[in-house]
């Protein structure tokens, strides 16, 4: 069964602009959760969707924003860049969406770089 | 709310030493507990899990036990290698409600050395 797939795996982009990334899950699983991970702040987690719908918010801006499609791939998208989102962007699929047997699979993650 | 205290890194060990790694909860209810490990480059890996109190959860040589009594779920090794050279990640999946999402120790990293 193959593994949870980010796209891209690196990205450049100048502060201002936007940012679209993608993430397909493992096949079965509904759920899709995005985290951000900096070396100062440890691993933050941004949002959970469950079959297309938002199950959980963390406490970042409105800039930061998802969704998820009818075959679970699900899509994070970053307006206005500032300099401090640069990060390494993990997702993570898992069956269910919390619970005692919240097991979750993560990509390799997406290094976005603001310059 | 629930939450997760891990012991600050970095751990520094020379290979075949033992390893400990401290990981204490705050939590209502029965949370599951879990441990990841994210290697260098790479994302995170599930090392193992506990889904309730005495529960022993191990992999790799890694074991973990579920104290409820102490409120922890310290990770332990006894003999590391190079390859253990990773950063390990304690985390918590309650049981009801708001807290059903997994809440993320900081992570602590590891370096073994030859």
């Known amino acids: 069964k193959a593994g949870v797939t980010q796209t891209p795996r690196y990205l450049i982009k100048t502060r201002g602009q936007q940012v679209t990334l993608s993430c397909s899950p493992i096949?079965?699983?509904?759920?899709v959760s995005w985290y951000q991970q900096t070396p100062g702040q440890g691993l933050q987690f941004l949002f959970e969707?469950?079959?297309?719908?938002?199950?959980n918010k963390g406490n970042f801006p409105g800039r930061f924003s998802g969704r998820q499609f009818s075959n679970s791939r699900s899509e994070m998208n970053v307006s206005t860049l500032e300099l401090g989102d640069s990060a390494l962007y993990l997702c993570?699929?898992?069956?269910?969406?919390?619970?005692?047997?919240?097991?979750?699979?993560f990509g390799p993650g997406t290094r976005l770089t603001v310059t | 709310g629930n939450s997760v205290t891990q012991m600050e890194g970095p751990v520094t060990l020379s290979e075949e030493a033992f390893l400990t790694i401290n990981c204490t909860y705050t939590?209502?209810?029965?949370?599951?507990l879990f441990w990841y490990v994210q290697y260098p480059g790479e994302g995170l890996q599930l090392l193992l899990k506990?889904?309730?109190a005495d529960d022993k959860g191990s992999n790799k040589g890694f074991e973990a036990t579920y104290r409820k009594e102490t409120t922890s779920f310290h990770l332990e090794k006894g003999s590391v290698q190079v390859s253990d050279s990773a950063v390990y990640f304690c985390?918590?999946?309650?049981?009801?409600?708001?807290?059903?999402?997994?809440?993320w120790g900081l992570g602590t990293s590891l370096a073994v050395n030859p």
């Open positions: 985390a918590l999946s309650g049981d009801a409600g708001n807290n059903r999402k997994l809440i």
């Open positions: 096949s079965g699983h509904r759920s």
């Open positions: 939590a209502t209810g029965y949370p599951s």
């Open positions: 506990a889904t309730k």
């Open positions: 993570a699929s898992s069956l269910t969406a919390g619970g005692r047997n919240y097991e979750q699979y």
């Open positions: 969707y469950f079959s297309e719908t938002q199950r």
